[in-house]
């Protein structure tokens, strides 16, 4: 199992980012996908992530300015982060739950000053 996340970068306030997750190894489609955020001495928490049926769930920190998507002939999932702000600086990382185990991205970095 691989989780590659990409598209990270340092933005003004208000700018927006594409984070990419291109995953293999296991059969995307079937399983929930997700996006966690770290700040600098802060705990990794969830911001949003998408079921194998499509279900969307967010974070109310980034409820109507984040959206998730999956292209599952790509294996690839998406978020999209509009209007950010420097609360949103953080490592991003990239998520699945296969049975019994959890994996992990190695992030990728978003700046917003």
């Known amino acids: 199992v691989q989780l590659v996340e990409s598209g990270g970068g340092s933005v003004q306030a208000g700018g927006s980012l594409t984070l990419s997750c291109t995953n293999s190894g296991f059969p995307h489609e079937n399983y929930c996908m997700g996006w966690f955020h770290q700040a600098p001495g802060g705990p990794r928490e969830g911001v949003a992530d998408i079921n194998s049926g499509g279900d969307l769930d967010y974070a109310l920190s980034v409820k109507g300015r984040f959206a998730i998507s999956r292209d599952n002939a790509q294996n690839i999932v998406y978020l999209q982060a509009n209007s950010l702000n420097p609360e949103d600086t953080a490592m991003y990382y990239c998520?699945?739950?296969?049975?019994?185990?959890?994996?992990w991205g190695q992030g990728t970095q978003v700046t917003v000053s």
């Open positions: 998520t699945t739950t296969l049975p019994a185990h959890r994996y």
